[in-house]
C-alpha cells in the first residue's frame, strides 16, 4: 500500500491519504503510520467512513482502547465515545458544552495516562471547530539551560479537580471522591522515541512537589505561558473523514466552539492505554 504524507506545519502534525481503515494495514503501512505519528506527534488520516467498531478496531492497531464512561458512548460500541455539538451542560446554563476547551493533555489525573487519543471528524461544520496542539517537546528544547536544569527533575500532583482552576467538575462529589490523583515529572522521556518533553496540564497541575505554594504556582504559570506561544502550536482544521491521532505524551490540545450557531459538529473518539510517565 502506497501512503501520501503531507507535513501539515514545518514543526508538527503530518496527514496521509491513500488508505481505507475498514481494512487492516498490511504491517509495514501500519508501522509507517506509527513512524509518521512518532515523527510529527500528530497524525491525521484522511477520507475515512468508518462505523464504530470498524473505528474502535483500526485504532486498537496503535494501542489498547480504554473506556470511559464520564463521555457518552456510541450505542454500537462502548469504546467509541461521542463529542457533539448537541453536548449541553446540564449541571450549568444547559448551554453547548465543549469539551476541551482550555490546553490539556488527556487524562494525566491518572497514574498511567492514555498514551493516545483519536478524534474522527463524523460532521464537521463548515467552518471553525478546529483543534489547536502544541509541540511540547520543542517547548521543552527552547527553554534556557539554566531552566531545564533546574526543572528536569522535578514531579508535579495532577488532580481531577485541581485547586488551580475554576472549570466546573462534571462529576457528582462521589464519582469525584473516586478519581486518582498521580504524581508525575514534569519533564518526561517518551517511552518509545527517547525524547524529552514538559508534561504540563493546567487543567489538573496541583502543584510542584516540595516547592512552596506561591514558587509552585509561579513556576507552573510561568511554563505554561512559554508553552502555549504561538511558534510551538499547529491548529488542524477539520475535513470531514480526517482521524487524528495526536500523542498525549509530547503535545496538549485544544477545541474551538468557534463555529456558526445550528452547524453540527460530531467526533467520535477513541483513547489507548499508556504506562506510567517517567
Ligand atoms: C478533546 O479535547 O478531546 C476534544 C478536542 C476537539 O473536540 O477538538
Known sequence: MTLHCEKLSSHMAAAVDGIDLNRPADPETQSEL?????????????GQTLAPVAFRD??????????RVQLAQTPECADVNIISSEDRDVQGDGKRL???????????FMREPCSLTMLYGVVVPSTGGDTQFINMYAAYEA??????ARIDDMKVLHKYKSSRTNRVAVLSPEEMANMPAATHPLVRTHPETGRKALYLNPNRMEEIVGLPRAESDQLIDELVAHAIQPQFQYRHTWRQGDIVIWDNRCTMH??????PDG????????????????
Not at 513512524?35 to 488520516?45: A, P, Y
Not at 465543549?98 to 494525566?108: I, R
Open 34 to 46: 506509527l513512524k509518521t505519528l512518532h515523527d510529527n506527534l500528530v497524525l491525521c488520516i484522511r
Open 263 to 278: 452547524e453540527r459538529r460530531l467526533m467520535h473518539r477513541v483513547i489507548v492505554a499508556g504506562t506510567k510517565p517517567f
Open 143 to 148: 527553554l534556557p539551560a539554566e531552566t531545564r
Open 254 to 259: 485544544k477545541a474551538n466552539a468557534d463555529y
Open 58 to 67: 483500526a485504532m486498537a492497531r496503535f494501542g489498547t482502547p480504554m473506556r
Open 98 to 108: 465543549v469539551n476541551g476547551a482550555s490546553w490539556h493533555t488527556d487524562d494525566s
